[in-house]
């Protein structure tokens, strides 16, 4: 399968600042040093300057202004996480097997197959740290591979590459994925109650791919829409993303919730583009970003005012 870079991009939006521990939000003086929430889940009070790594004190806050009728949900570390990986020389014959099943289709020998997957692997990622420390802007992971992998001796078209970098790269259950224990009871309650879901991540690889892991993870739920950084073409923080997952889903920024776990990513995105976030806690990955909202299991979600129900 060949990677295509998606088309859709922001619609006149100046983006300075993509990489979220450069970048800092722009809060209106009513959501600016606080967090807000309800029970069970307990709002995080910041001075001006601290991090939501390091609150004051906790303490309920009244129903914010929101008319929330969609969630807009990160996947990696929010709604699955990776606590199941198998060992790292399984992860390596796996894709060694991989990758010298797809050079054989090409007419292609390599003496060390086990290389091959691993320096494409190696210059996807350095390529998507690089685009998330400036533009933001999804890269071409064929041409990416297909040059990385002529420093090893081989001579693959960008297609062939891409399909290489695709067979070799183990993703969802099989990469050790697992749901969290309340991923698929949230989310089915939200339905129930009324909630637009969408999914908003940050991934090399979208369409049947991304939707095969999330079945096989048991989260393919018929997400109203999904926003793939691939398919949209630019990653999160960048707006782009957001505004495609908004255009699908018909609403304006004020009435959609951000739930992940990066505050660079997930918050500072969504907070930028006039989307409330709530903030999975974890080790913050940047600093000066308040959450509208903290939360440490999914399930925490459901006793939020704003997700009583859409109406």
Same mark, same amino acid.
């Given at each position: 399968m060949r990677v295509r870079r998606g088309r859709f991009a922001a619609r006149g939006r100046a983006w300075r600042h993509c990489n979220g521990e450069r970048a800092r939000p722009h809060c209106s003086p009513s959501r600016r040093g606080r967090a807000l929430s309800a029970h069970p889940v307990r709002a995080i009070i910041h001075t001006p300057g601290r991090s939501a790594s390091r609150p004051m004190e906790l303490q309920s806050m009244p129903r914010p202004p929101h008319h929330i009728r969609a969630v807009l949900f990160d996947i990696g570390d929010t709604l699955w996480h990776s606590r199941a990986a198998p060992p790292p020389g399984e992860f390596r014959r796996l894709a060694a097997g991989r990758a010298a099943a797809a050079l054989r289709e090409f007419g292609i020998h390599h003496e060390d197959p086990s290389l091959v997957a691993r320096t494409a692997w190696v210059a996807m990622e350095e390529a998507m740290r690089t685009a998330r420390a400036t533009d933001c802007a999804e890269p071409d992971y064929g041409l990416?591979?297909?040059? $990385?992998? $002529? #420093?090893?001796?081989?001579?693959?078209? &960008?297609?062939?590459a891409a399909a290489l970098l695709e067979s070799t790269y183990i993703s969802g259950i099989e990469g050790g994925k697992a749901p969290f224990a309340d991923a698929l009871s949230t989310l089915t309650e939200l &339905?129930?109650? #009324?909630?637009r879901l969408a999914t908003v991540t940050n991934r090399a690889f979208g #369409?049947?791919?991304f939707r095969t892991d999330l079945r096989d993870a048991g989260l393919d739920i018929g997400w109203d829409a999904e926003a793939v950084s691939v398919e949209v073409g630019f990653l999160k923080p960048h707006p782009a993303i957001f505004e495609y997952a908004l255009h699908r889903l018909g609403i304006p920024p004020g009435e959609a919730l951000m739930v992940g776990n990066s505050l660079a990513e997930d918050v500072l995105g969504a907070q930028q583009m006039g989307i409330p976030a709530a903030w999975r806690r974890s080790a913050p990955d940047a600093e000066g970003v308040t959450p509208d909202y903290v939360f440490d299991e999914l399930a925490e979600l459901l006793g939020l005012p704003i997700l009583a129900g859409p109406g």
């Open positions: 990416v591979s297909q040059r $990385a992998l $002529a #420093g090893i001796g081989l001579d693959l078209s &960008r297609e062939e &339905r129930r109650r #009324g909630f #369409g049947e791919r």
